[in-house]
């Protein structure tokens, strides 16, 4: 069996693998992966400048879904992944001031009273108005998707919105919590609404559960010793090993359907592939292009996913230019700021930068406005200027840089899972062809590793299917 991976980055990558390894009566694939630009890895982009390690793209995983841990072990990193340093304090900065988060403070939801109550984050007429919805009746109708921001609103009052699920929520989604679907990005708050009621109560029930289980509120996230890049280096290594094709520089132009179900690919180089199967891992605009002949109705599906903007500026200074060691993890924005957020790289995890080297990144997601669009240089000192008052800087970073990722970022907005049926149920027809990673289901690293292996397995399996009923 032959897979071709379209787009090289961590959905392709993780796609290959589980093609390459063979499971359950199913042997190994033989994999072509094509990657249109020069290097492996998509969004997972680290550049390693003396002793800094800079993460141009994602910089971790969450530890909860296991996905991103599994891989890692299995291609030999297994001891490269590390959680973060020191402790986790994270502070909110709302009304010009930087307040820790409340601890036991979920995405949208205490898990712990007492924090919550006497948290400076929220004035008290926004407590009282989160605490109606212990009284409240269910909000949510079977089957009617709803946007996360309306949903909040109407249980808890716009306070807990502004103060914590659009800096928390919107700040990973890049995107604003009334536009991203509750189906698609939290359809655990509806589970908690249909069993307790009350999201508070059902929040800190599961408190309670997991300090009897004496699991502690430690940080979930993860990375590797060696950035994501090592990552992204480990697999590909493995996958060459087994002898799979992984092709740079090279775009899948065309894909035209055999009558046995597989693909033709025309690459840009002018070469004509066949294959058996195929997992469209390239994003919502390079899928829906590929299959707007082929199956047009999967194509428009995809089409309507919207895409966001964001950039991350990073940031070196050395520690003399602050007069406090900056310790902390790092903190999100909850009012006008030119970034939604930052993270102390230096302070979060081990190996980023030498001592005496403070390293920072902030974010500047599309939802900010017209500061996100503006050219390097002004964005940049909007930047510089903003994290020197907040964590009072005597002097200008001694390097930066700025990553931006132009309309590349899903946003899973209401109606999100229609549109993910509606491309599954358009390519009926070619059950050997697979849309995979962070267009449909899932944005996290972890997520984008399941579904690509996921839809790897789908896709050959199918193949094996429909070559068992021929030969039966
Ligand atoms: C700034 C930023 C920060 C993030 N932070 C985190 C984080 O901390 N934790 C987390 O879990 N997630 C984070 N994410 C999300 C996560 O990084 C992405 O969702 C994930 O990496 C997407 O992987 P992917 O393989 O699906 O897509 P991509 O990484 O976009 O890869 C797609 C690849 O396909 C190639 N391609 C496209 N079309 C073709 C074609 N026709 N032929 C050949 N190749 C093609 C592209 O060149 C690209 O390399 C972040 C994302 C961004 C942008």
């Not at 199913?26 to 072509?32: I, M």
């Amino acid at each position: 069996m032959r897979l071709l991976v379209v787009g090289g980055g961590i959905t392709g990558l993780a796609a290959a693998w589980e093609a390459v390894l063979g499971r359950d009566g199913r042997g190994p694939a033989e994999v072509l992966l094509v990657e249109a630009s020069d290097r492996l890895g998509g969004k997972l982009h680290t550049e390693v400048v003396d002793d800094l390690l800079i993460e141009h793209g994602p910089d971790s995983f969450v530890s909860y879904r296991p996905a991103a841990i599994r891989l890692a072990e299995e291609v030999g990193l297994g001891e490269e992944v590390i959680g973060t340093s020191g402790a986790r304090v994270v502070y909110l900065r709302s009304r010009g001031r930087l307040r820790p988060l409340p601890s036991g403070m979920g995405m949208v939801l205490p898990t712990r009273l007492g924090p919550f109550v006497t948290t400076g984050i929220l004035s008290p007429l926004d407590k009282l108005r989160a605490g109606l919805d212990l009284v409240l009746p269910r909000q949510l109708r079977d089957g009617e998707d709803v946007a996360i921001g309306a949903f909040l609103r109407k249980r808890l009052g716009g306070g807990i919105v502004r103060r914590f699920a659009d800096p928390m929520v919107g700040g990973i989604y890049g995107a604003s919590v009334d536009e991203l679907s509750l189906d698609a990005v939290l359809p655990s708050l509806r589970v908690d609404e249909a069993t307790h009621r009350s999201l508070m109560l059902a929040a800190l029930a599961a408190g309670r559960k997991v300090r009897a289980a004496g699991r502690g509120p430690g940080s979930p996230f993860r990375t590797l010793r060696g950035g994501l890049g090592s990552l992204v280096d480990a697999v590909a290594s493995r996958l060459r090993e087994r002898g799979a094709d992984l092709r740079l520089g090279v775009r899948v132009d065309e894909l035209r359907p055999t009558g046995a179900g597989g693909a033709r690919a025309v690459l840009s180089d002018g070469s004509v592939e066949s294959v058996d199967a195929v997992v469209l891992a390239g994003g919502v605009a390079s899928s829906a292009a590929l299959l707007a002949g082929p199956a047009p109705e999967s194509a428009s599906a995809v089409s309507r996913v919207s895409l966001a903007t964001s950039t991350v500026v990073t940031l070196a200074y050395p520690a003399s230019a602050f007069g406090t060691p900056v310790v902390s993890h790092g903190w999100l924005e909850a009012g006008p700021a030119p970034i939604s957020g930052v993270t102390v790289s230096s302070a979060k995890w081990a190996g980023r930068a030498a001592d005496g080297t403070v390293l920072i990144r902030a974010f500047v997601p599309e939802r900010l406005g017209a500061i996100a669009h503006a050219e390097d240089q002004v964005l940049l000192d909007a930047v510089v200027r903003h994290v020197g008052e907040v964590l009072g800087a005597s002097r200008e970073p001694e390097l930066t840089r700025v990553a931006r990722w132009p309309g590349v970022m899903p946003k899973y907005t209401v109606g999100h899972l229609a549109r993910v049926a509606e491309t599954e149920a358009g390519l009926a027809h070619l059950p050997a062809w697979r849309v995979a990673g962070s267009a449909l289901r899932g944005v996290g690293v972890p997520d984008c590793v399941a579904d690509g292996r996921r839809q790897a397995g789908l896709a050959l399996d199918r193949v094996s299917a429909g070559r068992a009923k021929v030969g039966s």
